[in-house]
């Protein structure tokens, strides 16, 4: 049986119970064997304190721990230039070869830009693309979007993961945690509990670094 692999990118900054809990229900209903999370390189621009990309994937790797089928990548950060989810998927083809089922993961707000990304329609020759539905979730997408799935849309794993690449899935997760990364900035550079917020290793990786705390 041909591998299942995800790729799930994200700022990560912070990551958060949010990200994870997806990142555990996105590998179990896809049945993955190995779900990529990738810290992008740039978050958007904002205002000190700015916590490095090195230290996001070490967060990252904190929040992950052993988490089964769960790997910090951190192949983004080691790229020249800019870095595009294109890149790291075509990457992603070449280790894991030609049959294994390949997917990469987004949420709806990225997915209804997804047009405008670079060389967006290389992704189906690349891999799947899965969308995290949110509540209220609707189907009015922008018409160039629209264009760039054609028919692609397929509305089960299993009709999914019957080719290697092409599909676009729309994904209700059980438990969709309404975490802001932004929210969690915060509380910290307001010295307030982040408790249950975030995995324990990252709350203390933070506390004890100084991270996102406003500094004198």
């Known amino acids: 049986m041909s591998q299942r692999i995800g790729m799930f990118g994200g700022t990560f ?3 958060h119970n949010g990200h994870l809990r997806s990142a555990l229900e996105v590998r179990d209903a896809l049945g993955l064997e190995v779900l990529h999370m990738v810290p992008a390189p740039q978050p958007p621009l904002r205002g000190v304190p700015q916590v490095s990309p090195q230290q996001r994937l070490a967060l990252l790797e904190a929040g992950i721990a052993d988490t089964p089928g769960l790997l910090a990548d951190g192949r983004e950060l080691r790229r020249a230039g800019p870095s595009y989810s294109v890149d790291t998927l075509a990457e992603l083809r070449a280790v894991y070869g030609s049959s294994a089922r390949l997917v990469m993961v987004i949420g709806m707000d990225a997915f209804l830009r997804l047009h405008q990304w670079d060389r967006a329609e290389r992704l189906w020759a690349l891999g799947h693309v899965v969308v995290i539905a949110r509540p209220g979730y609707n189907n009015d997408w922008p ?31 059980p438990s969709l945690m309404a975490i802001s990364a932004t929210y969690i900035r915060q509380r910290l550079q307001a010295g307030e509990s982040v408790r249950y917020l975030l995995p324990q290793a990252v709350e203390s990786t933070i506390l004890q670094q100084g991270w996102y705390q406003t500094s004198e």
């Open 13 to 15: 900054d912070p990551v």
């Open 143 to 173: 018409a160039p979007l629209k264009e760039l799935v054609g028919n692609r849309e397929v509305y089960s794993v299993e009709a999914m993961m019957q080719q290697a690449q092409g599909h676009l899935l729309v994904l209700a997760l």
